[in-house]
């Protein structure tokens, strides 16, 4: 995961939304749907994509400039499609020890708007297996009338978070060290508090 802090789950990425691009006003919108998309290159048999929900979100900030939050991804919700891989990248990632991946978001670059979207660079700390790094995550946020959606997409190393790959899986698959993220977050309006 060592280009993720040159560029990232499961992913600050989540609190871009929070600033519209026509308005310095924040608005409160909470998570509707949230997924983190992880494609690992391979040998021997052909590489694979794996998924994971994003379990939690949140943010806070009057405008653009001062939004800070955090995103969460489970690494037992890291799925690829076949259960074996699965086990071999849960130990990878020692998910006992290290159950989460968490991405602070501490400041939000934003470029000019350009319609309903505005192209972001989230710029935060993200900790993976125990290990935290600074970086700099590339996306955009598309403002709806009653949603935000973010999409960002950055390299990783898993090296870099001391993460060793998995050499053999199925018996034949070694794996690269590169592995390339992708986060898609939709926000929408907090629902109002129930009446007394």
């Known amino acids: 995961m060592r280009g993720l802090p040159r560029a990232l789950g499961a992913a600050a990425i989540v609190l871009a939304p929070a600033a519209p691009a026509r308005a ?3 608005a409160r919108f909470s998570l509707r749907a949230g997924e983190a998309t992880f494609h690992i290159r391979a040998t021997v048999v052909n590489d694979f994509t794996g998924h994971a929900a994003v379990s939690r979100a949140e943010y806070t900030g009057a405008d653009l400039a001062s939004v800070v939050g955090s995103v969460e991804v489970r690494v037992a919700d890291m799925r690829t499609g076949n259960g074996l891989r699965d086990r071999h ?7 006992d020890r290290f159950p989460l991946l968490r991405f602070d978001l501490t400041s939000v ?14 710029v935060g700390r993200l900790t993976i297996h ?14 709806g009338k009653d949603s935000i959606a973010v999409r960002a997409g950055f390299p990783v190393d898993m090296r870099d978070y001391g993460v ?19 986060i898609h977050l939709v926000f929408g309006p907090e629902p109002a508090p129930p009446e007394n």
């Open 24 to 26: 310095q006003a924040v």
């Open 89 to 95: 990248l849960r130990a990878a990632m020692e998910a």
């Open 109 to 122: 670059e934003a470029g000019k708007p350009r319609g309903d979207t505005v192209d972001l660079a989230l």
């Open 130 to 143: 125990g290990t935290t790094r600074e970086v700099h995550v590339p996306g955009s946020a598309i403002i």
């Open 164 to 182: 060793t790959p998995p050499v053999k899986m199925l018996g034949l698959l070694r794996v690269a060290p590169g592995v390339d993220v992708a």
